[in-house]
Nanobody
């Protein structure tokens, strides 16, 4: 049984930092490209960051480039999103995604809320 579980969300003031974690089980973790997506109220889900199975390649949305860092620890089946200099516009539910590099397998977590406000 595949499980994708996010943690680390919460409330923070503008300019603050949070680190999200996403632990996967039931998959061969290194076979999966991992991604963080977010969905704000009334908006479509959007890509935040991607990381390749090996962790060598990363990709970021323009809105978070230079502020957020995605990383992974394949020994722990975990992907992280370090979020610095948070802005109110970063407020959203953040979702973790596991997409098999070769194949159709595609899994989502339940999401974790991030709220940036004074």
């Amino acid at each position: 049984q595949v499980q994708i579980v996010e943690s680390g969300g919460g409330g923070v003031q503008p300019g603050g930092s949070l680190r999200l974690s996403c632990e996967a089980s039931g998959i061969i973790f290194s076979f999966y490209r991992m991604g963080w997506y977010r969905q704000a109220p009334g908006k479509q889900r959007e890509l935040v960051a991607l990381i390749s199975g090996s962790g060598v390649s990363t990709e970021y949305a323009d809105s978070v480039q230079g502020r957020f860092t995605i990383s992974r620890d394949n020994a722990k089946n975990t992907v992280y999103l370090q979020m610095n200099r948070l802005e109110p516009e970063d407020t959203a539910v953040y979702y973790c995604n596991a997409k098999k590099v070769r194949g159709p397998d595609d899994y989502w977590g339940q999401g974790t809320q991030v709220t940036v406000s004074d």
